[in-house]
């Protein structure tokens, strides 16, 4: 019996869909790409990393069960990645993931994102390179993240829903409210102790959060 997924990879795989060909970016340890072949989820796995070190883990992983299944490619994002139907890049800095999405040689059909900052950068870039984005919410694993699934397609977001993400503006689900929450009362301690050019920047910043949640 395998190691559960800890809930943060285990919301990510539930957001992975039945696919041929599964491409885990930047895979470290593997888990993921473990799930989805021992799920028959995906027929073959793509696993990449640009540190050797790490895809060897995710290699040593899956090389038990799963021999002739998986791909293991050392490589900075999707550069000279055989093209897969879908791709989960999770667990690195926005501005990493969207290079990754720029300078991929064969964009998949699906992605799933998970960026640990700057998702608005990433919802930016998924439009521009011709995505929809399917679901992008707020979840908590002790952390809050953000998720961002996308197909290929057009998409039109606006400002607000490029940095909050439309599902939470939509749902206001109890991660994202939490989240905002916190925003607010950190705003609220820093206007105690601001000037009074820096509080009214705050108070102009807590009501928009405020309007955000309604
Ligand atoms: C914090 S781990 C996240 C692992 C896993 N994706 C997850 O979400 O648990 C980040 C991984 O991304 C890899 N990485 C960072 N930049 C990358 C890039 N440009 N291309 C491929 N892998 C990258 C790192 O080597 C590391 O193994």
Known sequence: MNKP????LEKLFSELSP????ADVGCDHGYIAEKMLETNKCERAIITDISAECLNKAVKLLEKNFSGK????VADGLKGVPKADEALIAGMGGEIICDILKNADHLPEKLVLQPMKNPEKVRQTAIELGYRL???YTFKDVKFYDVITAERGEDD???????FGRDNLRQKGSAF????????KKLERAKM??????????VKRIEK??????
């Open 177 to 184: 409210r939490e989240f905002i929450g916190l925003k607010i």
């Open 5 to 8: 997924l800890t809930p943060r």
């Open 193 to 202: 102790k601001a000037k009074a050019e820096r509080a009214e920047e705050i």
């Open 134 to 136: 399917t679901r992008d």
């Open 19 to 22: 696919v041929d060909t599964f």
């Open 157 to 163: 977001y606006s400002p607000d829903e490029l940095i």
């Open 70 to 73: 998986f791909t293991a490619i």
């Open 209 to 214: 959060y405020e309007e955000i949640l309604g």
